[in-house]
């Protein structure tokens, strides 16, 4: 009943002021001298577009032709030459790969794909495997808390991953080959084609196979995507994508316990079906409907382990953005969700949720934005939550500023701290358990409050960026023993600690001249436990990454050469909670070269790990020696 009350409370929220002018844009483009149509736009800081200079929160924008000039051959290699972006691998190519942020858990980062949410239900986080880089339009990512707009799990940030849409008037299609160390092959292809002026339609595949660098550790992953667009005048557009994921791989495990003939399956398939109105001047209205599926099954004979899972999430969302005043620009929003597992170890599970939020960007002076924000979630299983935030932003002339927030922020319990299933072992045959596992129906959400402070400066040559932030968490969910009499301990997710977290970021790109660019991003990070006054685990103290990058064109500008090196340095980390098993730090170097001949044909050679360093991102897993590849692509334009 709750869920339809919230439902029903949205409706007329969303049509409050229909017929309310909208002076917003026009006066910031009166205001700002600024040449609009050559900046980027961004829409996740806020829900509502704007140009990266004028967001009001701490966001950098990835786009496509960054991704294609990196080493990058995942979402996590791009995202790891960010400030404050730590990402966890367990190997080679197709082996899993997460994300976390300011000193996050892969759970407290917000995933999602053309606005739509993927973190598994399950486990919280998400594989990064499942996203294609190929398929990338732009990647849009907020550094710090953004409960307020999205809800759960968006504690220590939001990755919005944009695909890619028809972007020519004529069609164009594209065809790329990479072959490289350990049996890499991987093929791919793109089509982009418009058909008159109201239908465009966009199609990716490819398909990826290694043989990896350890035993039991090759991988085969095929992605399909597409996108279809119809547009009527500036009123109205329909548009619908999806992708679609089939991966299948060997798990070798870590390196002193190996299992060598574990094998995994993963299948995952994301629609989204999205419509933008526009019903009077001034007036916009985005209506989202999206459903999310995912099965991974894990096979292990030599431990007789057999286990399915399978998840579906289906949502619905409806943002009403309108200004009723010059100096303000509204959006109120309502959102429902229902999440179902299907598990051979957790059982069958049905999960609903709702919420309601709304914001308000005031502009209180000609330099000075306020923005207040504020969402209401409700949850089935556990307490509802209210996240506020308050966010003041100065802009000093047409090339700095400056801006200061306040933000709560939480975290919902998985499918896997609520219904782990219950096991005890007898190992002495005494009929007493010795050791037990379970779930808790009645753990907490992880609750934050997090305060950030930061500057922004920009010039014809250059983009600098800094800001300092405190996160106080409080109810982290850990795994604890609350059966002291078992000779093991009975062990369940408890709501028992608490965790500050403090740190600096930075990043600055510069054009030191027409044909050499270069970008560095550094990050301090005090990252504790306040029960046992420990670092969190996998918490760098400091970490940096950047990369130089050379252009130069030849023979009248028909051949374009562009070398490019990246480095990424991690500081020493700690694998567990008590600090008793470190991990060394580590200093990795990757190198590419691109050589694109008429502008349509290309060729390119990448080297990663130079130093053939041996490193780890988590405890047991050792990720690749130097290894090399390369590839080549081909436009077609009809």
């Not at 500036?234 to 991966?247: A, M």
């Not at 010059?326 to 229902?338: F, K, M, Y």
């Not at 919902?412 to 782990?420: E, G, K, M, R, S």
């Not at 990424?568 to 990757?590: C, F, G, W």
Request: aromatic content about 12%.
């Amino acid at each position: 009943m709750r869920l339809c009350f919230i439902f029903c409370l949205s409706l007329p929220l969303l049509a409050l002021d229909v017929w309310a002018d909208d002076y917003w844009v026009a006066q910031m483009m009166a205001n700002q001298q600024v040449d609009y149509q050559l900046l980027p736009i961004v829409v996740t800081a806020t829900r509502t577009p704007h140009t990266l200079w004028e967001t009001n929160a701490n966001v950098t924008l990835v786009t496509s032709a960054e991704i294609e000039q990196s080493t990058a051959q995942h979402l996590g290699d791009i995202l790891k030459l960010l400030p404050g972006v730590n990402i966890g691998a367990l190997g080679g190519i197709g082996q899993s790969v997460s994300l976390g942020m300011r000193g996050s858990s892969a759970g407290q980062v917000l995933i999602l794909v053309d606005g739509v949410p993927i973190n598994d239900p399950q486990h919280g986080g998400v594989d990064l495997n499942l996203i294609s880089l190929d398929n990338v339009d732009r990647i849009e990512v907020i550094r710090g808390a953004a409960s307020s707009l999205y809800g759960a799990d968006a504690m220590g940030g939001v990755i919005n991953v944009i695909t890619r849409s028809s972007a020519y008037d004529k069609p164009f299609s594209i065809v790329t080959y990479q072959q490289g160390d350990h049996g890499l092959e991987k093929i791919g292809g793109r089509f982009d084609r418009r058909i008159g002026q109201t239908l465009s339609l966009n199609m990716m595949v490819s398909s990826t196979k290694s043989n990896g660098f350890r035993d039991n550790s090759d991988y085969l992953g095929r992605h399909v995507a597409g996108r279809f667009n119809y547009t009527r005048g500036d009123r109205w557009r329909v548009s619908y994508s999806t992708q679609v994921y089939d991966g299948a791989l060997g798990v070798p495990g870590m390196d002193v316990f190996p299992t060598p003939n574990a094998r995994q399956e993963d299948q995952s398939w994301n629609q989204t079906l999205t419509l933008q109105i526009s019903p009077a001047q001034g007036h916009d209205l985005d209506v989202l409907l999206y459903r999310n599926s995912n099965q991974q099954e894990y096979k292990d004979p030599d431990w007789l382990t057999e286990a399915q899972h399978r998840w579906w999430v289906y949502g619905t969302e409806l943002q009403h953005s309108f200004s009723f005043h010059p100096a303000h620009r509204v959006i109120v929003g309502g959102e429902l969700q229902n999440r179902r597992l299907s598990s051979t170890e957790n059982g069958q599970h049905d999960l609903d949720r709702g919420a309601l939020f709304a914001q308000d960007e005031m502009r209180l002076l000609e330099n000075i934005w306020l923005r207040f924000a504020g969402r209401y979630d409700y949850h089935e299983q556990f307490e509802d939550q209210f996240c506020p935030d308050i966010t003041l932003t100065c802009f000093f002339g047409q090339h700095a500023l400056a801006f200061a927030s306040l933000r709560r922020s939480y975290r919902a319990p998985t499918f896997n701290d609520l219904y782990w299933p219950q096991s005890e072992f007898d190992y002495d045959f005494d009929g007493h358990s010795d050791y037990g596992e379970s779930g808790n129906e009645y753990v907490r959400p992880e609750r934050a409050v997090a305060f950030q402070l930061g500057a922004r400066a920009q010039g014809e040559t250059f983009e600098d960026e800094i800001c300092i932030f405190r996160r106080s968490v409080h109810d982290l969910i850990q795994w604890d023993n609350v059966d002291q009499t078992c000779l093991f301990g009975h062990w369940m997710p408890v709501n028992t600690s608490q965790a500050t977290i403090i740190g600096l970021e930075s990043k600055i790109t510069a054009r030191i001249c027409s044909d050499l660019k270069a970008s560095l991003a550094y990050m301090f990070l005090d990252a504790k436990d306040e029960l046992v006054h420990k670092r969190l685990p996998y918490q760098p103290r400091y970490q940096f990454g950047g990369y130089l990058q050379h252009e130069v064109s030849v023979f009248a500008k028909h051949l374009e050469l562009v070398t490019r090196l990246e480095i990424e340095h991690l500081s020493q980390r700690y694998a567990d909670a008590m600090e008793s098993e470190k991990i060394p730090y580590s200093t990795v170097i990757n190198g590419k070269v691109t050589a694109c001949a008429l502008k349509h044909f290309q060729v390119h050679l990448v080297a990663k790990n130079l130093g053939n360093k041996k490193y780890f991102l988590r405890s047991g897993y050792p990720l690749p020696g130097r290894t090399f590849y390369g590839g080549l692509s081909w436009e077609f334009w009809d």
